[in-house]
Antibody, heavy 117, light 107 residues
Framework: QVQLKESGPGLVQPSQTLSLTCTVS????????VHWVRQPTGKGLEWMGV???????DYNSALKSRLSISRDTSKSQVFLKMNSLQTEDIATYYC???????????WGQGVMVTVSS | DIQMTQSPASLSASLGETVTIECRAS??????LAWYQQKPGKSPQLLIY???SLHTGVPSRFSGSGSGTQYSLKINSLQSEDVASYFC?????????FGGGTKLELK
């Protein structure tokens, strides 16, 4: 069945780079777009970016200068890297699959990231 | 970017009651709207897509309606397991944007 699972360090030092991995199963990254969405604790959802089936990417303009999304299709993994982390980046980070109808039909469990020295 | 304004921000209702949550888009999104349910400590789960289509496995007490810039999610006969936060999302235009969420509690 379709699954997505995020992994990565839960603690990042200020000004350092966040690296997260989304490992998917039950579908191919060349058939479905995968997005990253984050959620500060107790707050709303923010779309971060997407890697399209063809491998190209698009990013939230507010994060574009710091964010990079890539993938390894052979390993069914999508990667998120975001630099210059600050306390405003403390959140739970989710990857989500985009249904061909454009909404998100499956989400990962999320990984909570704290920024602290 | 399309702004999504969701109301109310919080809501308290009794078991068996009917609840309605509203979402307003800053421009016409042509039914490109989804509703998600998020229980505490869990990831969002798709309830409704295309404004009024029920996702597989979602109870029929959930329904979506609306058009243009105004959309709503209705929960009939509220159950205890419906205690959650609810978010709308537009996917008519890039970038995808979400409403601020509605926290539903039991009275």
């Amino acid at each position: 069945q379709v699954q997505l699972k995020e992994s990565g360090p839960g603690l990042v030092q200020p000004s350092q780079t966040l690296s997260l991995t989304c490992t998917v199963s039950g579908f191919s990254l060349t058939s479905y777009n995968v997005h990253w969405v984050r959620q500060p604790t107790g707050k709303g959802l923010e779309w971060m970016g997407v890697i399209w089936t063809g491998g190209s990417t698009d990013y939230n303009s507010a994060l574009k200068s710091r964010l990079s999304i890539s993938r390894d299709t052979s390993k069914s993994q999508v990667f998120l890297k975001m630099n210059s982390l600050q306390t405003e980046d403390i959140a739970t980070y989710y990857c989500a699959r985009e249904d061909p109808g454009y909404y998100f039909d499956y989400w990962g469990q999320g990984v909570m990231v704290t920024v602290s020295s | 970017d399309i702004q999504m304004t969701q109301s109310p921000a919080s809501l308290s209702a009794s078991l068996g009651e009917t609840v309605t949550i509203e979402c307003r888009a800053s421009e016409d999104i042509y039914n490109g709207l989804a509703w998600y349910q998020q229980k505490p400590g869990k990831s969002p789960q798709l309830l409704i897509y295309n404004a009024n289509s029920l996702h597989t496995g979602v109870p029929s007490r959930f329904s979506g309606s609306g058009s243009g810039t105004q959309y709503s999610l209705k929960i009939n006969s509220l159950q205890s397991e419906d205690v959650a936060s609810y978010f709308c999302q537009q996917y008519y235009d890039y970038p995808w944007t979400f409403g601020g969420g509605t926290k539903l509690e039991l009275k």
